[in-house]
């Protein structure tokens, strides 16, 4: 099973490595010390915090529409450029940018400006994965 180190479990969860150590350190994480005497996280348990901590939160009263797409980044809008039709907007969504292209009139409607909370909703029918190469 693979073990990361604390920077990098901190990294891939997009916290800091003090949060990581305190969590490991309440148990909260399982956590040991590898043969170069570092302390690591496994990575089945580094993975299921992960979906625990950026679980979707429950539907509001307001929120009464299925969706099929799982892939929500919730952040901040950083850029939107609009021209003639289509605008492009840039949302900066923790440590990840995600870029859109919409019609004007959507992004006028939605009120979208530098500053402003957005969802991007990504439903995509190819998603490529990659895996570093071993060492």
């Known amino acids: 099973m693979p073990q990361y180190r ?20 309440d148990g909260r ?3 040991s010390v590898d043969a170069a005497g570092r302390k690591v996280v496994d990575g089945a348990d580094l993975a299921r915090h992960a979906q625990e901590l950026h679980a979707a939160p429950p539907a509001g009263p ?23 039709v289509m605008a492009q907007v840039e949302l900066q969504c923790g440590p990840y940018r995600v870029v859109s292209l919409i019609s004007r ?3 006028e409607e939605l009120g ?7 969802t991007a909703v990504v439903k995509a029918t190819t998603v490529i994965i990659e895996t ?4």
């Open 62 to 84: 307001d929120d009464r529409v299925g969706r099929s797409a799982r892939n929500r980044f919730t952040g901040l809008v950083t850029r939107v450029v609009a021209d003639g």
């Open 105 to 107: 009139e959507a992004a």
């Open 6 to 25: 604390i920077s990098e479990a901190a990294a891939l969860l997009g916290v800091s490595d003090d949060t990581v150590r305190r969590w490991a350190d």
């Open 132 to 135: 570093p190469k071993a060492v």
């Open 29 to 31: 994480l399982e956590a």
């Open 112 to 118: 979208l400006e530098p500053g402003s909370l957005a």
